[in-house]
Each structure stands twice: as structure tokens, then as C-alpha cells.
């Protein structure tokens, strides 16, 4: 299943950890939203949009990318950290995917160390996250989409 994750992780490369434990093994394309150029997704079959949360949201980068290139009637998964794992943080990508006329099949986040603003006072928050199960529990995630799981492992 040809698949390209489009990601932006700014701070701490906290969500870069979910996005390479991926790509160890699968085949994925990864395209940074922040400094990769616009690229054609209209091949690809399953399409990640990763973030940190920044303000409550996905990246910015993200969200102009999947504004601009998202083709309709994709199936799209969503990757991020954050700070404080409470709440969802999904909601503004998510209204983008269904705008463009596609749809989110998944999502999976967890806590990414954080030293924003007054964290960056007390060491950070979050201190040594992800962790090699969260990292895990991403590429988990990833093999249990609706979409892969009818597939043989590549
Ligand atoms: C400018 C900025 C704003 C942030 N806003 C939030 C937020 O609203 N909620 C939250 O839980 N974490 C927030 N965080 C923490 C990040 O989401 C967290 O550290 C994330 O793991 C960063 O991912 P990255 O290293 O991939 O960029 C913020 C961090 C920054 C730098």
C-alpha cells in the first residue's frame, strides 16, 4: 500500500521519533510539510498527516499542506504529541481531511516532551517522551489501520 506521511516536528523532533519508527518498517514516503516542496499525493493509497500540537492544533505546515494537496476520497491517518495528553487535539486537521472530501480512518498521540514558555522553567514537562513503547505503539497503530489490515506484512 503506497503510503506518504506528511509531518512537522519543530520543537523537540518528538513527533519525527513516531514517524521514523514507521518508516523502519514499512515502505512510506515522508515528506517534511516545513521544508519539503508540494508533492502530487493523488498516487499514494493511504495518506499521514503528524504533528506536535502547537496552540491546541496541528502545525501549521500541516494543515496549509493538507489545505492545498490532499486529494478527495483518501483514507488519512493522524500522528502527535503533545504536552499534555488531554483533550483533542485533532479537531482542526480533522475538519480539513473531511472538507477536502476525504476521511480519517485512525488516529494515535501521545506525550512529547515539552518545554514551551514557562515549562522550559522547570526542565520541561513530559521528560523523556515518547518512550520506545509509544514509539512502538505508533508503528502498532500504523499495521492495525482498517486499510493494511486485510494486507500480508511487506
Ligand atoms: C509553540 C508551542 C505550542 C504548544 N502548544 C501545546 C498545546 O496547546 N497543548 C499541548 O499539549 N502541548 C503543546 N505544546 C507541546 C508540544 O505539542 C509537544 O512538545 C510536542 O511533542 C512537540 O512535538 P515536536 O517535537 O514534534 O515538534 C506546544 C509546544 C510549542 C513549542
Known sequence: MNTAIIYESKHHGNTKKLVDAIARTHEVTLIDALTDGARDL??????????GVYGGKFGKGVLKYAQNHLPADKPVFLLYTCGSPRG????????????KGSRVIG??????????????LVGGIAKGHPNAAETDGAAAFFDALPVRKQEPRE
Do not use: H, Q
Request: hydrophobic residues 35%; negative net charge; aromatic residues 20%.
Open 42 to 51: 493523488s498516487g499514494y493509497d493511504l495518506i499521514g498527516f503528524a504533528s
Open 88 to 99: 483533542s487535539y485533532t479537531a482542526a486537521i480533522g475538519e480539513i481531511v473531511r472538507k
Open 107 to 120: 488516529e494515535y498521540g501521545c506525550p512529547g516532551f515539552d518545554t514551551f514558555g514557562p515549562f522550559k
